[in-house]
C-alpha cells in the first residue's frame, strides 16, 4: 500500500508491505520427471492433478490506512477512482496466476480558515487586519493645545477596524483565497482578496467639540465633526478643530527724543490693531527726517516687531537722538603793539608808534550746534602767547625830558581770550 498526497502524487508515509505466501505439491513419477502439481492419495498410489496454488492464512489482512490529519491532509484517503480508502479491504491473490498488488490510497490537502485574531499559517496580524483611523485635534489660534475633546483632551482618534479570514492550504500554507460567509470555504480569490475587508464599524460617528466657554475660549470654528464612513483602504484622516477668543486691541509706542534737550519727545508714533494683527513698522524714515535736522542716532530702541501681540501691547520704545557738533567761522586775530609817549603827567608827548606781529596770525574756530546753530564752544586760539620780535624801538627824543625807557625791550604777553 503506498500513502500519496494527491496533488505532489508524493509519498505522505511509508508504504507497508503484506506478503502472503501461496505452495502447491508437485508430483513426479518414479523416474523423477515432473508430472505436473496436484495431491496424492494418502496411500500414495494415486494422485490428483490440479495447478492451483493453496493461500496460507487467508492471504492479505484488511489494513487500516493511517491518519494523516497532523499533517495536514484530510482525515479519510481514498482510491483512484474516489472511494474511501480509510480502509484496504482484505484481498487474497488469484490461486490460478498470482501476481503482486500495488494499491495507491491518496490523500487530499485540508484546508483551513485563518481568523484575523489567529494570524498563521504565513499570515501576519496586518494581512488580516487593518485600521484606518480619524484623528481630531484640538488647538487655538496659537497653535496650542486646547481639551476640546468629549473625553476632555486636546486629540480624538476614531478607529474603524477592518478584517478578513483567509483560507489556507493545511499542508503547504498556500493562500487558496477569502472566507466571507464564515462557512469555512473560499468565496473570494487570493486576487480579489481587497473585496473580502468587512467592518462593523466602518462609520465613525460625528464628534461634538466642547463649547468654547467650556475650554476659555470665545468661538470654535468646528461646533461638530461629522460622522462619516471610511473604507478599508482609506488614507487616514486629521481633522482640526480651532477654537479662538474675540479680538482685543492693544498698541503699542515709538518715542523719538532728544537726549540734548531733557529727552524732550521729538516726535511719537503708535501702533494699533488686534492682538495678533500683523504690523510692519520701521523707524528708518523718521531717523532720516531727524538727522536731517542735525540730530544724531544715539540708540534705536525699537526693534522689529510683526504682530500687535501681548508682550508688547502698551510698550513703548525709544530712539534717542543727540545734537550734532559742526565747525564754525574760523576768526583770525592779527596782533598789534602801540607804544604811547607821554609825560610824567599824563599827557600827550608825542605820536604813538605802531609796532605789529608781522605775518603772524591767530585763529580760532568755534564748535556750532548742528540743531540750534548756536556756539557751543568758542574754540582755542591757535598760540598760548606769542612774542613780538619786533619790539625794540628807539624811544624818541623830546628836549627837556628823560625817558623812563631809554629801550624798549618788550616782551609782550598777548593774553588772547
Ligand atoms: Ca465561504
Redesign the pocket.
Known amino acids: 500500500m503506498n500513502y500519496l498526497d494527491n496533488e505532489t502524487k508524493q509519498p505522505v508515509s511509508d508504504a507497508v508491505e503484506q506478503t502472503t505466501t501461496l505452495s502447491r505439491t508437485q508430483i513426479k513419477d518414479e523416474k523423477g520427471n515432473v508430472i505436473g502439481y496436484g495431491t496424492v492419495s494418502e496411500d500414495g498410489h494415486s494422485y490428483t492433478l490440479n495447478n492451483d496454488w493453496t493461500i496460507d492464512k487467508n492471504g492479505w489482512v484488511a489494513q487500516v490506512s493511517p491518519d494523516e490529519t497532523a499533517k495536514g491532509y484530510k482525515e479519510t484517503p481514498h482510491f483512484e477512482d474516489g472511494k474511501d480508502a480509510s480502509t484496504v479491504a482484505a484481498d487474497t491473490p488469484s490461486v490460478t496466476d498470482p501476481q503482486d498488488v500495488t494499491v495507491n490510497v491518496f490523500y487530499d490537502h485540508d484546508t483551513t480558515p485563518v481568523t484575523p485574531d489567529k494570524p498563521g499559517h504565513g499570515l501576519t496580524h496586518d494581512d488580516l487586519n487593518k485600521d484606518v483611523t480619524r484623528t481630531i485635534n484640538y488647538v487655538d489660534t496659537t497653535g496650542a493645545a486646547v481639551n476640546g475633546a468629549p473625553d476632555g483632551k486636546s486629540t480624538y482618534t476614531q478607529t474603524a477596524h477592518f478584517t478578513r479570514t483567509a483560507i489556507v492550504d493545511k499542508v503547504n500554507d498556500k493562500l487558496l483565497g477569502y ?9 473570494i480569490s487570493p486576487d480579489a482578496g481587497d473585496f473580502a475587508w468587512k467592518s462593523t464599524d466602518a462609520n465613525l460617528p460625528a464628534v461634538t467639540s466642547k463649547a468654547p466657554s467650556e475650554v476659555g475660549y470665545d468661538s470654535v470654528d468646528t461646533p461638530v465633526v461629522q460622522a462619516t464612513t471610511v473604507a478599508y483602504n482609506s488614507e487616514p484622516i486629521n481633522v482640526t478643530v480651532t477654537y479662538s477668543k474675540n479680538a482685543q486691541q492693544g498698541s503699542f509706542q515709538i518715542h523719538y527724543i532728544d537726549e540734548d534737550n531733557n529727552n524732550a519727545i521729538l516726535h511719537q508714533d503708535t501702533v494699533s490693531g488686534k492682538i495678533g494683527d500683523s504690523v510692519t513698522y520701521s523707524t528708518a524714515d523718521q531717523i532720516q527726517l531727524w538727522e536731517s535736522k542735525g540730530y544724531v542716532l544715539d540708540q534705536d530702541g525699537y526693534t522689529t516687531q510683526t504682530t500687535v501681540n501681548e508682550d508688547n501691547n502698551g510698550k513703548t520704545y525709544i530712539v534717542s537722538f543727540k545734537h550734532g557738533r559742526k565747525n564754525g567761522t574760523t576768526e583770525t586775530l592779527v596782533p598789534t603793539e602801540t607804544i604811547h609817549f607821554q609825560y610824567a603827567d599824563g599827557t600827550k608827548a608825542a605820536d604813538d608808534v605802531h609796532g605789529n606781529a608781522g605775518d603772524f596770525k591767530f585763529t580760532r574756530t568755534p564748535i556750532i550746534d548742528t540743531v540750534t546753530g548756536q556756539i557751543v564752544d568758542p574754540g582755542t586760539w591757535n598760540k598760548e602767547s606769542y612774542t613780538f620780535d619786533d619790539g625794540q624801538k628807539n624811544v624818541k627824543v623830546i628836549n627837556g625830558y628823560v625817558a623812563d625807557k631809554a629801550t624798549m625791550v618788550t616782551r609782550l604777553q598777548l593774553q588772547l581770550t
Do not use: P
Not at 472566507?179 to 468565496?187: H, K, P, Q
Open positions: 472566507d466571507i460567509n464564515g462557512d469555512g470555504s473560499v468565496d
